[in-house]
C-alpha cells in the first residue's frame, strides 16, 4: 500500500508539471519519514551517492558528450550526403534520406530526441519547401528517432542494463537486428505514402556504384564508428562503458586529425551543451537510486511477479500486456524517466516468468521511446513540431501509419524473440 502511494505520488508530480528529478526524489525519499517505516533518515542520502558509484553509469556521460559533438566533428554533414545519395532516388527521396541518415546515426548519437532535433533542423526546411507538408514533415523526422533506441549505443539501453543489472553488451549487440528492421518498414510506408501523394525522388536515377562508393569514401569515418564499437564489445577490447570513452576520443581524431573541422572553439561549445544535459540525466539517475531502493524493499517486484504469473501463465501474453502498459506510459510520461522508474519492477517479473532480460529491454526501449513521438506529451513530438511549427494535430494524423508500422514490428519481436536474440547468441 505504502509503495503504491510512493509511485503514484511520483507520476502525479511528474504531471503536475515538477522536474522529474525532484520528482522521483521527494516521493522516495518521504518514505523515510513515515512514522511506520523504522529507517534512519540518512539512508535516502546514501542511497543517493550509491547510485553514483557505478563503473558502467561512465557511458551516459559520454555518450551524451559525443552526441554534442558530432556536428562539430564533420560526421553529421557526412552521413546526410551519404543518406541522401543512397536514398533519392525512392519515391519520398528525402524522407527516405532521413530513415537511412537516423540508421547511420543510431550508432553515433545514441539519443531519439537529440536524433529528432538535429535532423529537423538540418531537413526540416530543404522537406518543406520540396512540397512536403509540415505535418508529415514533422512526423517522419520523429520516428525516425525510434531507431536510435535500438541501434548501439542506445542511452536508454545503458540506463536499462544499469539498472536491471542486464549485460550491456548483449543489448548492443541484440538492437541491431530490430534496428534494420524497424528501418525497412519505415521506409516502406514512406514509399507506400509516397506513392499515393506523388512525392518525387530528390534525384532522377538510382546512383551508380561509383557514385556510392564516392559518398561512403567521403564519410567513412563516420560510418566505421559503430562498426569498431560493436566489433571492440564483441571481443573484448574494451566494455561498454569504456567505449563511449573511445567514441569521445574518435570524435576528437575525427574532427581535428582527419576532417579538420573541429576548433578549439566548437570543443567548448559542445562540452557546455553537455555539462546542462548531463547534469539534468545525472541528477534523475542518483534521486532514482532512493527511489528504486524504497520499491525494492517494499518487495514491489516479487509481488507483482507473483500476481501476473498466476494471472498468466504465458510469457508470450505476459510481454503484450506489459508492452500495452508501456505503450500507454510512454504516451504521458518522457521514457528516460519510464526506465529508471519500471526497469527494477519489471525485470524480475518478466525473468521469473521466463523471459530474456536482453529480449524485454529490446521491447520495453521500443515501446517507450515510441510513447515520446505520440499524444498528448511525446518529448520528441514536442521538439519537432516546435522546430518546423507545426500543428499537433497534422502531426497526429501523418503519425498513424508509422503507428501501424511500429506497432506490427513490436508484436513480430514479442512473438518470435530470436529476431531480438539471434544476433547475441551466436556472437556471445
Not at 166 to 185: D, E, H, K, M, N
Not at 232 to 240: A, D, E, N, V, W
Request: with cysteine; charged share 10%; proline share 5%.
Amino acid at each position: 500500500m505504502i509503495s503504491t502511494l510512493i509511485l503514484a505520488g511520483a507520476f502525479a508530480l511528474i504531471i503536475l508539471g515538477m522536474p522529474v528529478a525532484f520528482a522521483i526524489g521527494i516521493a522516495g525519499a518521504s518514505y523515510f519519514l513515515i512514522p511506520s517505516v523504522f529507517l534512519p533518515d540518512a539512508t535516502a542520502v546514501q542511497r543517493i551517492v550509491a547510485s553514483s558509484q557505478s563503473f558502467p553509469l561512465l557511458a551516459v556521460p559520454l555518450f551524451i558528450l559525443l552526441g554534442n559533438m558530432m556536428n562539430t566533428a564533420g560526421i553529421t554533414q557526412r552521413l546526410v550526403g551519404l543518406a541522401t545519395v543512397v536514398a533519392g532516388w525512392m519515391r519520398g527521396g528525402l524522407a527516405q534520406s532521413t530513415l537511412i541518415l537516423s540508421a547511420l546515426m543510431g550508432g553515433i548519437s545514441g539519443s531519439a530526441v537529440a536524433d529528432a532535433a538535429m535532423q529537423s533542423r538540418i531537413l526540416g526546411l530543404p522537406m518543406t519547401n520540396q512540397g512536403y507538408g509540415r505535418g508529415f514533415t514533422a512526423a517522419i523526422l520523429s520516428i525516425g528517432g525510434l531507431i536510435t533506441a535500438t541501434l548501439p549505443p542506445s542511452l536508454g539501453l545503458i540506463l536499462y542494463g544499469y539498472l536491471g543489472e542486464v549485460s550491456i553488451g548483449r543489448l548492443f549487440i541484440a538492437g541491431v537486428v530490430p534496428g534494420v528492421l524497424l528501418t525497412i518498414i519505415l521506409m516502406f510506408t514512406t514509399w507506400f505514402i509516397a506513392i499515393r501523394r506523388g512525392y518525387e525522388p530528390v534525384n532522377d536515377r538510382a546512383p551508380t556504384v561509383v557514385e556510392v562508393a564516392r559518398e561512403f569514401k567521403h564519410s567513412i569515418w563516420a560510418v566505421l564508428f559503430p562498426v569498431w564499437l560493436l566489433v571492440g564489445i564483441r571481443f573484448g577490447f574494451f566494455t561498454p562503458s569504456e567505449a563511449g570513452a573511445f567514441a569521445v576520443a574518435y570524435a576528437l581524431v575525427v574532427g581535428f586529425l582527419l576532417h579538420r573541422e573541429m576548433t578549439l572553439a566548437s570543443l567548448l561549445d559542445a562540452l557546455i551543451k553537455s555539462v546542462g544535459d548531463i547534469g539534468m540525466i545525472m541528477v534523475i539517475i542518483l534521486f532514482s537510486g532512493t527511489f528504486g531502493y524504497v520499491i525494492t524493499f517494499e518487495r514491489v517486484p516479487q509481488s507483482i511477479a507473483e500476481v501476473a504469473l498466476v494471472a498468466v501463465s504465458n510469457p508470450t501474453v505476459l510481454l503484450f500486456a506489459i508492452g500495452g502498459l508501456l505503450l500507454v506510459l510512454g504516451m504521458l510520461v518522457e521514457a528516460t524517466v519510464l526506465v529508471m522508474l519500471l526497469t527494477p519492477i519489471l525485470v524480475p517479473v518478466i525473468t521469473a516468468a521466463g523471459v530474456d532480460p536482453v529480449h524485454f529491454g529490446l521491447v520495453m526501449m521500443t515501446l517507450v521511446t515510441f510513447g515520446g513521438m505520440t499524444p498528448p506529451f511525446g518529448v520528441s513530438m514536442f521538439t519537432v513540431c516546435g522546430i518546423l511549427n507545426s500543428s499537433y494535430k497534422d502531426y497526429s494524423l501523418e503519425l498513424i501509419p508509422y503507428v501501424v508500422a511500429v506497432l506490427a514490428l513490436v508484436s513480430i519481436m514479442i512473438t518470435f524473440p530470436q529476431t531480438v536474440m539471434f544476433l547475441p547468441d551466436w556472437l556471445m
